[in-house]
């Protein structure tokens, strides 16, 4: 099968051409698909913001898309007002976390560089913040991922009394199995958990037709085709958009117009392969096997809280 690296020195008047940006490899906001579950996820923060609440997760599966969310999150949370500040977890050191986030807050130079504590400097902008009657949204990615120092500072950031914390929203996102790691009372505290799901075969379609259209690609995929992807990938917008952009590597050199299902499972097989013994949606999405521990009663959820953004006339 063609290298997708090749797509777009085929034919390219016929095909277009194509970008990392063009199946959602990337956290652009132009890449980012508003379909039924990130529309609800997004107004879900929304509300925290407007209820001036202190802690909400979004737990997602690998692939589903919640490192993109939490991008989007920090721009819609910043529009309606708040200083939204975004931070990965993932593979950061101990002890570093407090110095990264404060690295992304608008400090001005002086602040910055006074010789002082980092939990001073902060508590001096959350406390200027509030003054001003602004909250500071911190989104952090990945928690579950997080060192335990990083852990406990964000603990000590939703429960404190302190006036100046009281405008302080953190929203975290954190993998299904990764619940287990988190403390128990920072889980408690969660007043809405935002439990991000795959795409519906509607949103797949729709996600393909505009990916498309936008960057001037005109080979097309049929309805069977659209069906296949929707099957094979189970509606994973990471397995997806792999899925998608071999398909669409595959038609361009094969020279034909539109993407069928047998281009689909092709270059599914050719997916499968590179991954290893089961493809990546299969790997990543698959039961738990016995064995593996206990999971975290239902019982310990908060309450799922459907919100409803208010309309302004």
């Not at 020195?9 to 652009?28: D, L, W």
């Not at 400090?107 to 902060?122: C, G, M, T, V, Y």
């Not at 189970?234 to 397995?239: C, Y």
């Amino acid at each position: 099968m063609t290298n997708p690296a090749t797509f777009g020195t085929t034919s390219p008047a016929t095909f277009g051409t194509t970008s990392p940006a063009t199946f959602g490899t990337t956290f652009e906001p132009a890449t980012f698909y508003m379909g039924a579950a990130q529309e609800e996820a997004l107004a879900r923060l929304e509300w925290l913001l407007e209820q001036r609440q202190r802690l909400g997760l979004v737990v997602a599966a690998g692939g589903v898309g919640k490192s993109h969310l939490a991008a989007m999150a920090v721009r819609r949370l910043g529009g309606h007002g708040a200083e939204a500040v975004l931070l990965p977890l993932r593979g950061i050191a101990a002890g570093t976390w407090l110095d990264m986030l404060l690295d992304r807050m608008p400090l001005d130079p002086a602040s910055r560089a006074e010789p002082r504590h980092a939990w001073q400097k902060l508590d001096d902008r959350l406390r200027e913040n509030t003054l001003m009657e602004r909250t500071t949204a911190l989104v952090f990615d990945d928690l579950d991922h997080a060192p335990s120092d990083a852990v406990e500072g964000i603990i000590r950031l939703i429960s404190s009394p302190e006036p100046r914390h009281s405008r302080v929203l953190v929203v975290a996102t954190v993998r299904p199995e990764g619940l287990d790691r988190l403390p128990d009372d920072l889980v408690r505290r969660s007043v809405v958990r935002v439990e991000l799901e795959p795409w519906s075969s509607a949103d797949l379609a729709d996600f393909l037709d505009r990916s498309v259209r936008r960057d001037g690609i005109t080979a097309t995929f049929s309805a069977d085709a659209t069906e296949a992807i929707a099957r094979l990938s189970g509606g994973v917008p990471r397995v997806v958009c792999q899925l998608a952009g071999l398909a669409v590597v595959a038609a361009a050199g094969d020279g034909v117009r539109q993407i069928d299902a047998a281009t689909v499972e092709r270059s599914w097989r050719e997916l499968s392969s590179a991954a290893g013994p089961r493809p990546q949606a299969a790997a990543e999405f698959a039961e738990p096997q016995r064995g593996e521990g206990p999971k975290r009663a239902t019982t310990d959820r908060p309450p799922k809280v459907r919100a409803v953004r208010r309309l302004w006339g």
